[in-house]
């Protein structure tokens, strides 16, 4: 049977400092017999001489031997006894060990059964080992006993200290939460067995982070300790927590870890304004949507609880002017709703209010939650464009208008407060047929050539007005013109008719149908009348029947057409419109007599009228050419002559009719010189600037200076007539000059014998000024001395 036994071992005793347990886990009865141990048989008797060697209680297991860990000695670390009762002590028995660890951790020692461990052991790393024993006869290797198994247990000791295997911690509490408001939860674990002493009870405790937070000792629960911690003040906090076992005393082991924790925002601030007036200014030319200006609201908070509403509450610009709020960046941004006019206003008051849109009730007692600014908004003047009332014109105007006819007047005025006058100008790119002209002051719309519906029926024409004294400013309005259908192009067939009668064609036989076209769009609709002209009313050969459809049939009146004796009959046609007035035309059809077949079909129409004559001898087609030639001869010299005879000569100063100033110490032409200038120039001074056009008889010393020079008259309506059909007949004149000339007699320099003869400035010169030396510059001055009152030597006039 087998026993097992633990000596105490007191060099063991010294190098652990701690108190060794026997086996059976002190509630075995064990007896000591030659230093070993072994359990009592069942039904084994008292004997009652042993009652003074022995305590009896019960069975033991002898199976558990235990050991404590982390043994630090040199010597091997003794375990316990195995024990055989059949072992005498004589060394016969051998005892072998086999299992978990067995000959690397533990050994034996075969002949006594005592048991080693021969490795440092760590009950964290593994808790128990099972082995198995054996006993077998030394000599012949027979087991004396059955093989046996046990455990051997190693025994804790507090080795470990507490660790925190999350950590560290990152947590977040709401800014002003009650005190006791729970943070976060920390846990340490140690590895020492929780079973067996204190070494696994962990205590928590706070090392840093107080009076702020606290922690539960037994839960690792922090919580708030401290009211009203405001995020604006302190956003972060760093705590160390501190666990420590063997139950927080002394000689326990401790570990901490960091719990960086956070206070997040809520809506514990109001927003206010930095400022409670701004003063801003806008042009009042900005556009609509455009920024005025930004006002902002501080708020303390952040994320949700810091956003804003901006809104427009009171003031005199709540229609003119609106508030958006930036998402992004929190501000309000002031925009223009409608139009500026600083003629109209000058400037405005704007009461903004800005509030948070998400609102705790828990914090409206530190409210309100909005604050209001006032808002000064200037206007500022600019120069601006000619504004034209209305925006756009519409204007119907008959096709048969006569030159120079006022079609619309065109108004614009100056918004500016100076109110600037106005000159107007066609955009010529609008209409670059120059079918109208308008007047530079008065902005009279006239036409400039005659219209024809059947052309253009539709002029889209573009009028400029410039503020005179400042060119830059330029507004312009469009002007739509519909032109009027009168009844002035007379009706005329659609085609060229050409018919074919047979010669054994019956009377009343149709041979055409025809139709006709007319140009005109009357509102009431097309509608041709047809009759024979007057010339052929009582024709014997063929009759007309107006089949009130615009279509008219030509019919045969008689039989018996014969080829040889007229081959070709020409029928003139007289068509009329429905038109005020009415409008006909003459059309001719052209009938041939030809043979046909029985069944009407055409087979010969007189080829031989078509074929020409090929007799002509050789000299005759040379006489022909000849002459074709000689007559080719003549147009071309008539021509030569005739255009050399248009060309403009060099006028010398003998000969010079118009007087167009070339020289400083020449006299102008004045009001009779009419074709030293360019009408289309007066009509818009902007053009002239773009092309010059020179006269081919002079170089001109001087660049025009008519663009500097106000244009203050209004011509009256009959001159504007006649000069713009004047015009008009030039232009449709193949031989007029393709040039004009306009010259402006201004002033004429220092290098003028006569000076500057120019009136413009007249009114800075003394009144009293004396222009007696008028008389002195011959009869060629004699009309301007009369002008001035200059008299003679004699003391009479001139």
């Known amino acids: 049977m087998w026993t097992s036994g633990r000596m105490s071992n007191a060099k063991n005793l010294l190098g652990l400092g701690v108190s060794l347990y026997f086996w059976g886990l002190m509630d075995l009865t064990t007896t000591v017999l030659s230093g070993s141990a072994r359990p009592l048989t069942e039904g084994q008797e008292d004997n009652p001489s042993d009652k003074l060697h022995q305590r009896m209680k019960r069975s033991w297991v002898w199976n558990q031997f235990f050991v404590l860990e982390e043994y630090t000695g ?53 808790s128990q080992y099972t082995l198995r024993a054996q006993a077998l006869d030394r000599r012949t290797g027979r087991p004396m006993e059955p093989e046996s198994e046990f455990i051997i247990k190693i025994q804790d000791i507090n080795d470990n200290e507490p660790k925190f295997l999350d950590g560290p911690y990152v947590a977040s509490v709401p800014e002003m939460s009650p005190v006791g408001t729970s943070v976060i939860q920390v846990t340490a674990t140690d590895a020492d067995d929780p079973t067996y002493g204190n070494s696994a009870r962990v205590v928590y405790s706070i090392l840093q982070g107080q009076p702020y937070f606290s922690v539960d000792s037994r839960t690792g629960l922090i919580r708030t300790a401290l009211m009203n911690m405001d995020r604006e003040a302190k956003e972060y906090y760093e705590v160390i927590i501190q666990a420590k076992d063997m139950g927080g005393q002394l000689g326990g082991l401790a570990g901490t870890t960091t719990v960086n924790i956070t206070l997040s925002d ?19 030319s900005a556009p609509v949507s455009s920024t005025v200006g930004r006002v902002v609201a501080k708020d303390l908070d952040e994320g949700i609880n810091a956003e ?82 209305p925006s756009f014109y519409f204007v119907e105007v008959p096709e048969d208008v006569e030159i120079g006819t006022t079609i619309q007047i065109i108004s614009a005025k100056d918004p500016d407060v100076t109110n600037n006058s106005i000159r107007y100008s066609i955009d010529r790119s609008s209409d670059p047929g120059r079918f109208f002209y308008v007047d530079i002051t008065s902005g009279a719309l006239m036409t400039a050539r005659p219209l024809d519906r059947e052309d253009v029926s539709w002029h889209n024409i573009t009028v400029l007005a410039v503020e005179l004294n400042n ?22 067939f659609a085609r060229f008719y050409e018919a074919f009668v047979c010669e054994n064609a019956k009377a009343g036989q149709l041979i055409q149908t025809v139709s006709a076209i007319d140009r005109d769009d009357p509102q009431e609709g097309q509608h041709f009348y047809y009759s024979l002209a007057p010339e052929a009313a009582n024709n014997p050969n063929f009759t007309l029947r107006d089949n009130q459809d615009n279509t008219a049939w030509i019919l045969t009146r008689r039989s018996g057409f014969r080829q040889h004796e007229q081959n070709t009959f020409y029928l003139p046609i007289l068509i009329s419109d429905n038109g005020r007035p009415v409008l006909s035309s003459t059309g001719t059809l052209t009938v041939h007599v030809c043979s046909c077949d029985d069944d009407g079909m055409v087979m010969s129409c007189n080829a031989e009228a078509y074929v020409l004559p090929v007799s002509l001898s050789r000299g005759a087609l040379i006489a022909i050419l000849a002459c074709i030639f000689v007559l080719l001869v003549l147009v071309l010299l008539i021509l030569s002559m005739r255009r050399q005879r248009k060309q403009p000569y060099i006028i010398d100063e003998e000969e010079n009719i118009h007087e167009n100033i070339v020289r400083y110490d020449d006299e102008g032409g004045g009001e009779e010189d009419t074709e030293a200038f360019d009408i289309a120039a007066m009509w818009n001074p902007r ?47 193949l031989w007029a000059p393709p040039f004009d000339s306009l010259q402006t007699y201004m002033f004429e320099g220092n290098g003028s014998v006569a000076e500057s003869l120019s009136s413009l400035q007249s009114v800075t010169t003394d009144s009293d000024q004396s222009y007696d030396y008028l008389t002195d510059w011959g009869p060629r001055f004699k009309k301007l001395a009369e002008m001035y009152g200059a008299t003679d030597s004699s003391g009479a006039l001139w």
């Open 471 to 492: 060119p830059a400013q330029v507004g312009s309005v469009s002007v739509t013109v519909k032109v009027l259908d009168v009844n002035d192009n007379a009706p005329e």
């Open 74 to 126: 040199t010597d091997p670390l003794y375990v316990g006894k195995l024990h055989s009762d059949m072992d005498r002590g004589d060394g016969s028995i051998k005892y072998i060990l086999s299992g978990e660890g067995a000959g690397i951790v533990f050994t034996i020692d075969d002949t006594t059964g005592d048991i080693h461990a021969i490795q440092r052991l760590d009950r964290e790393e593994r």
């Open 266 to 284: 809520v809506n514990d601030n109001p927003p206010r304004f930095p400022q409670k007036h701004y003063q801003m200014s806008v042009l009042e």
């Open 687 to 733: 053009e002239a600037q773009l092309v010059v056009k020179n006269r081919q008889d002079m170089l001109p010393e001087i660049e025009s200076l008519s663009r500097y020079v106000p244009q203050a008259c209004i011509m009256d309506n009959n001159v504007h007539n006649y000069v713009l059909a004047k015009l008009y007949e030039a232009d449709m004149d």
């Open 308 to 389: 804003m509403k901006y809104s427009l509450v009171d003031g005199d610009g709540l229609d003119v002017f609106d508030i958006n709020t930036d998402p992004n960046y929190q501000v309000g941004i002031i925009t223009v709703r409608k139009p500026l006019s600083f003629e109209s206003k000058k400037s405005y008051t704007l009461k903004v209010e800005g509030a948070n849109p998400h609102l705790e009730m828990r914090f409206l007692n530190l409210g309100p939650f909005r604050d209001t600014t006032t808002v000064h908004i200037s206007v500022e003047d600019v120069d601006e464009p000619p504004v034209f009332e």
